[in-house]
């Protein structure tokens, strides 16, 4: 109940460097670690951070570094880009007690210096080590200015994939197979302005079928295609999950 909360903080600004830091997620590694714990990270607008002992009185805080993605030192050749990335959305690969995994993927925002001009680059950034260290996942659409924020989203029908939206004018969503190394569409030419990119959701049975926010409603897209369906919602419809068994 809720009588079994704890109040005491698992991090202050001591650990999160400094006290204007935004934390954006929490993420669990649902295996045990060998100290009988679970891996924390979290997902803050100066970079990602993570603990081994999060259950500790005092648990030990990581800063991870991520290095600058090849894409944008070819397009920015003279440019700086800031060591502070903002990690809007993470996401470990779908759980399965039998074959755990230690693959994640997470959406960055990168800030570069071009000489005059601050360019906001947003990357999807794989891990295959348990967030140690990352790279740029290969193959993924070129760097697009117009692109306002990004998520990723996983389903338990397709063990092996990530689900990445790119929100713009007119967003888009790709599965990466990190088995194949392949991308496929699975939503376009939608609008989902409210939610910065949350508002949407993959089926857990069907990993064809994908519902995001437009507009004011929510639309349904099967292997690529639009449905035309378009369920009216609230004003903004911000997050949309897929439900766990159908």
Not at 11 to 36: E, M, S
Not at 108 to 132: P, Q, Y
Not at 202 to 214: K, L, T
Request: charged fraction near 20%; hydrophobic fraction near 35%.
């Amino acid at each position: 109940g809720p009588e079994a909360w704890e109040q005491a903080p698992i991090a202050d600004y001591n650990d999160l460097n400094g006290p204007d830091t935004q934390i954006k997620k929490l993420l669990f590694d649902r295996k045990q670690n060998a100290t009988l714990d679970h891996r924390l990270f979290l997902a803050a607008d100066n970079g990602l951070y993570y603990s081994d002992n999060p259950a500790a009185p005092d648990p030990s805080w990581n800063y991870v570094t991520m290095g600058v993605p090849n894409s944008i030192t070819d397009t920015f050749p003279s440019a700086t880009v800031e060591s502070a990335v903002r990690i809007w959305d993470i996401e470990y690969l779908p759980y399965d007690p039998l074959h755990p995994t230690d693959t994640l993927c997470a959406a960055v925002k990168f800030t570069v210096h071009d000489a005059d001009t601050i360019r906001e680059v947003w990357r999807f950034m794989l891990s295959v080590d348990n967030g140690d260290s990352w790279n740029e996942i290969p193959n993924q659409p070129g760097i697009d200015l117009s692109i306002s924020y990004a998520t990723v989203e996983t389903s338990a029908a397709a063990p092996r994939s990530f689900y990445c939206l790119a929100l713009k004018g007119s967003s888009w969503v790709k599965a990466f197979d990190v088995t194949t190394g392949s991308w496929t569409d699975k939503a376009s030419g939608f609008s989902t302005g409210y939610g910065a990119g949350h508002g949407f959701g993959v089926d857990q049975v069907n990993p064809n079928s994908v519902m995001v926010s437009h507009s004011t409603g929510i639309r349904w897209y099967l292997d690529g295609v639009y449905q035309d369906y378009e369920q009216p919602g609230h004003v903004d419809v911000e997050d949309i999950v897929g439900f766990p068994s159908q």
